[in-house]
């Protein structure tokens, strides 16, 4: 057995423990995504989305300190290239140790490949796009207040932070799930972020760039008033798996509480 | 077991057991030998990236089920292995990773391996999907699955060196960009 995954697996049979990460249900259903699900990419294909838990908050510094702790292929100055940019946990003292005052802050600088290592290491994975979309969708109140505008102010709002404002702790209120900070702290990382390439023009979306993409070529928003998700697209899917970014970090998903992901 | 399969599982063992695999931490920093997914080949052996380490490597990937593309990234990885005198191109190995977790089983690898005329210098590999995202993830390739079992994917050909840095890359299908052409001449 490969010792990442034997760790996962223990890590698995040792959650339900006090050290293990706080993890809310969510029910899934039919649920009508900003980005095509279907064959053709200008229609909308509501699909449906399994049950599945995910972390209440996005891992912290604290969090992510201790797993480096316990893994040492992943601490600053021991990851490859191929793994994580120069900037791989930039902000960190040293190897072991994080800023100060940021323990409760959200984990950034980390890559696909490191953030999906973590979750690994606690016997989860990192949710889907639509994983994350659905569960975005809530608010306090509604498990989908998309249509509402001001839900999409707020998240605009966010957007309009300048980004040299410090990060505030992860914590906030939470949504009708139980889920916290999907909006407005950092942007999170998704298993799946190179599946949403979309096409730099979305009026170009009936002439798909067959050259690049086989299939039906390049996806466009069907949503297009929805930049709140549209940002979040952008942004993903203009990340390679070793790139970090100052407000990027991740939390993780698994099938159910306790359960293979 | 006949003798001969027999014979072809110890040497195929053997070859496991006794390869030269680098620990992960040997290899350097940005080579693609770096990861550790699980591939298991047109043959049904288990392998890993890091079995192709020594001399160049063509990487794209693919899905059998695929009828406009991907036979052209066959067709190309073919080309620009082609370049190269008889003699040489036989060093360039070749390996085609399906994003197809499901529908690509090891024998499906096989009948699309003979379709394409594949020789021995062929890999054509399957992994569990997480494995699948990974190796796509390290090389750059984009990739979703349609509700139709169909994929969107990107059809980039990437060249390797003996240490599994990416030493070119191309995306232009049905032709060789002079830039893999150079980088093949000069490695193989």
Known sequence: MHPRRLAAALGLALSGLA???DYASLPGGRFDSALPQGDAPDAVVTVGVAPFALRRTPVTVAEYARFVETHPEWRRGAVPALLADARYLVGWRGP???????AARPVVDVSWFAARAFCESEGARLPTWLEWEYAAAAD????????DPAWRRRILGWYERPGSAALPDVGGPPDVHGVSDLHGVVWEWVEDFNALFISGDSRTQGDPDRARFCGA?????LDRENYAVLMRVAFLSSLGAADTAGTLGFRCARAQPGVSP | MTHLDRRTALVALAATVLAPAAPAADWPGDSLYRIAPRLVDQDGRAFGLADLAGGPVLVSMF??????????IFETVALARNVLPAGRRERVRVLMV?????RDTVAQLKRTAEAHHCDAGW???RAAAPDVRLVAAALGIQYRRLPSGAFNHSSDIVLLDGLGRITAR?????????ALATALARLA
């Open chain 1, 19 to 21: 050290q293990a990460a």
């Open chain 1, 140 to 147: 306090e109140t509604r498990t989908d207040a998309r249509a």
């Open chain 1, 96 to 102: 072991l140790e994080p800023p100060p005052g940021a």
């Open chain 2, 123 to 125: 890999t054509l590999a």
């Open chain 1, 217 to 221: 070529g390049a996806i466009g928003l």
């Open chain 2, 170 to 178: 191309s995306a232009r299908l049905g032709e060789v960009e002079p």
């Open chain 2, 63 to 72: 899905y059998s089920g695929c009828e406009m593309v991907c036979p052209l």
């Open chain 2, 98 to 102: 399906s994003f197809d977790s499901e």
